[in-house]
């Protein structure tokens, strides 16, 4: 078998592959994933929100690729915006492959993280990532914990495929940096601490 070279395209670096939105198109559609415009694929490019992996034993064919998508289009560009994980993917012969010691689906979470930590990113178990997201600093949280208007989109997407999440390591320390604020801020009149989440009641 010849042998598998792995190579890494990040960003608008991904256009100068031929034929490379088809693939990912190809390899959406093999996995039940939802179906992305070519418009969108070539904006997440440019934005820096897909990363892919080709072989060459299969003549520079796509062999993974990862993507970040925003949960709320209209405020994709705000700072500390809200972003999806997926479309995620990596062909069943390569996902043990290994590259400087990581494997091709821990090498794109690796870099997205890495690349968007402004960014809130997210992921729902939709695409598969819970196996690697412990080793790369994500975190569980309740989906309760989210920012009500991010909760509804997710719930309305269907995305959500339980009662928790995976944040990025970022994502979750702004979230409990935000909720323990608010928290302190809540006084009584005359001054006396509220009861706190992990209080036993008196």
């Known amino acids: 078998m010849p042998k598998r070279r792995i190579r890494y395209y990040r960003g608008a670096g991904t256009l100068v592959v031929e034929g490379w939105i088809e693939q990912v198109q190809q390899a959406c559609t093999i996995q039940g994933l939802a179906q992305i415009e070519r418009v969108d694929l070539e904006r997440m490019a440019l934005r820096g929100h897909i990363a892919i992996a080709t072989g060459s034993a299969q003549g520079d064919r796509l062999v993974g690729l990862l993507g970040i998508q925003a949960v709320e289009p209209?405020?994709?560009k705000e700072p500390e915006a809200w972003f999806q994980l997926g479309p995620f993917w990596v062909h069943p012969r390569y996902r043990a492959h290994e590259r400087g010691g990581l494997p091709i689906a821990s090498t794109l979470l690796h870099w997205m993280l890495d690349q968007h930590r402004h960014l809130?990113?997210?992921?729902?178990?939709?695409?598969?990532?819970?196996?690697?997201?412990?080793?790369?600093?994500?975190?569980?949280?309740?989906?309760?914990?989210?920012?009500?208007a991010i909760q509804a989109r997710l719930r309305g997407s269907q995305a959500l495929l339980?009662?928790?999440?995976?944040?990025?390591?970022?994502?979750?320390?702004?979230?409990?940096?935000?909720n323990d604020s608010d928290w302190w801020r809540e006084l009584t009149p005359t001054g006396t601490q509220k009861q706190g989440p992990c209080e036993a009641p008196a």
């Open 74 to 76: 209209e405020k994709s």
């Open 120 to 148: 809130n990113l997210v992921d729902t178990y939709e695409h598969g990532v819970r196996s690697i997201a412990g080793g790369l600093g994500m975190r569980r949280a309740g989906v309760g914990m989210l920012p009500p």
């Open 162 to 178: 339980g009662d928790d999440v995976l944040l990025s390591a970022e994502t979750w320390i702004r979230i409990h940096t935000a």
